[in-house]
């Protein structure tokens, strides 16, 4: 595996980085991101974890968005290869349209759920169980922490969206 960019950004710096992009992304496109989460199964003790991989959640013109990477070695690495997507975004803004970055977006939830799964059954919900958004989004969050491949995100991903449709805001 690889480093994301020339130099080897410190964790703080990377999260600076990431952090920057988005509130700038957030200028550039005229909606606000909300409800940044950044995280990763690191833990403060581990100085070189055998998950480097990290994933940036947050909120952007009503799409709840998740960037997973763990292409490099390092935590700093992934941090930086997010913080160079959200850039990449930016410049879909400037030089394209907003539906341009939406589809961007919108590209890892095409992807179909699971034959014969609905998304009561990928989120452990009965069809008797009350469903609320808070309930998805709090199930999801949990679900998401453990998926075990990119494809099992998109099919998280897929489900939340299509129970957040069908159930009471």
């Known amino acids: 595996m690889r480093e ?3 130099f080897k950004a410190t964790l703080p710096a990377s999260i600076t980085n990431v952090e ?3 509130k700038r992304f957030g200028a550039d496109s ?12 690191y833990t403060l003790t581990e100085r070189k974890p055998k998950d480097s991989g990290v994933a940036v959640w947050f909120v952007w013109d009503d799409l709840q968005v998740c960037i997973p ?3 490099y070695t390092s ?3 992934n941090l930086q290869a997010i913080h160079h997507v959200v850039e990449a975004r930016r410049v879909e803004i400037r030089h394209g349209t907003l539906a341009l970055v939406r589809a961007s977006f919108r590209g890892l939830l095409a992807l179909a759920p699971p034959a014969g799964s609905s998304w009561r059954e990928i989120f452990g919900f009965t069809a008797g169980d ?13 679900l998401a922490k453990t998926c075990g491949s990119e ?8 489900a939340r969206d299509r129970a957040l449709k069908e159930t009471v805001q």
């Open 4 to 6: 994301a960019g020339r």
């Open 69 to 71: 990477i763990d292409r």
């Open 20 to 22: 920057t992009s988005l």
């Open 130 to 142: 009350h469903v609320v958004a808070l309930n998805i989004n709090t199930r999801y969050r949990q």
């Open 30 to 41: 005229g909606k606000a991101v909300k409800n940044l989460v950044i995280s990763s199964n």
């Open 151 to 158: 494809v099992a995100l998109q099919e998280l991903n897929v």
């Open 75 to 77: 935590i700093e690495g």
